[in-house]
């Protein structure tokens, strides 16, 4: 199971490569990367199935819900009865009278046609809205990455940003949660950028991952969304530099 993370694919080819060695199925979590590319591929069509997201963080939402993705035949009909209780859905049974069976334990997890609707609404802006996101990604980019104390999203040739979260990496001489306190007294809404599997109480794993760790303990989400002003893209990168350079003048 591959993650593509902030809107960006992972490096595919030696996941692939390893995966067909040893006959693997290859799984794409592209829950925040709808649009996103790797070597003119599409995210979600490079393994054998994936998963989309329409949560509210996400560049194309409905408040919840989310998408299986897949050219095999066998998973799609075997996904959409998981979706429906263990039966055919109602649209494979529209045009002929059939009392559906009970084949296998299903579960309800069928976007409801309101929130479809905001789906396919939201598809057909999804190119201007991508548009809209990359010219402020822009902007931050152009103003935070003379900073000595963070680095900017790297944006690797072969892959296809949709910049679903900015998140840039904190030097560790920079108190990551008490940088979003300080943003925040300001109006500034921030978050973590992301989680590190191996210390949560749920795995009970004995486990560390380094990488993992540093980058839960000092990464920093950015706002960004299609509707945000550009000068309040620069208020933010005034104000997070601002607020990191204080830090360091205390030190």
Same mark, same amino acid.
């Given at each position: ?29 592209a829950a925040c990367a709808l649009g996103a590319g790797y070597r003119n591929l599409p995210a979600g069509? #490079? ?12 560049? #194309? ?27 055919? &859905? ?9 009392? +559906? ?24 802006? *999804? ?20 900073? &000595?104390?963070?680095?900017? &999203?790297?944006? &690797? ?8 979260? *900015?998140?840039?990496v904190l030097k560790p001489a920079i108190d990551r949660n008490k940088l979003i306190l300080s943003l ?10 992301? *989680?590190?599997?191996?210390?949560? +109480?749920? *795995? ?5 991952? +380094? ?11 950015? +706002? ?28």
């Amino acid at each position: 199971m591959v993650v593509h993370a902030f809107g960006q694919t992972a490096d595919m080819d030696p996941i692939m490569k390893i995966a067909q060695a040893h006959r693997l199925k290859v799984i794409e979590d592209a829950a925040c990367a709808l649009g996103a590319g790797y070597r003119n591929l599409p995210a979600g069509s #490079i393994g054998d199935i994936a998963a989309v997201s329409f949560h509210a963080r996400k560049n #194309i939402t409905c408040g919840e819900g989310g998408a299986v993705l897949t050219n095999n035949q066998k998973y799609a009909d075997r996904v959409r009865s998981l979706s429906c209780f263990g039966i055919k &859905p109602a649209y494979q049974r529209q045009h002929k009278f059939e009392i +559906p069976s009970f084949r296998s334990l299903g579960y309800n997890y069928k976007l409801s046609d309101i929130n479809a609707a905001i789906v396919i609404a939201q598809l057909k802006r *999804y190119p201007s809205l991508t548009k809209r996101r990359l010219a402020l990604v822009k902007i931050y980019d152009t103003l935070l990455k003379e900073c &000595p104390y963070l680095t900017v &999203p790297f944006h &690797p040739k072969a892959a296809f940003h949709v910049y679903q979260t *900015y998140a840039v990496v904190l030097k560790p001489a920079i108190d990551r949660n008490k940088l979003i306190l300080s943003l925040r007294e300001e109006g500034v809404e921030t978050q973590i950028g992301t *989680y590190s599997a191996c210390i949560q +109480p749920v *795995y009970h794993s004995t486990d560390r991952c +380094p990488r993992s760790l540093y980058l839960y303990r000092h990464s920093l989400a950015l +706002p960004l969304y299609p509707g945000l002003a550009e000068n309040d893209v620069k208020t933010v990168a005034h104000k997070l530099k601002e607020h990191i350079y204080r830090q360091v003048k205390r030190k």
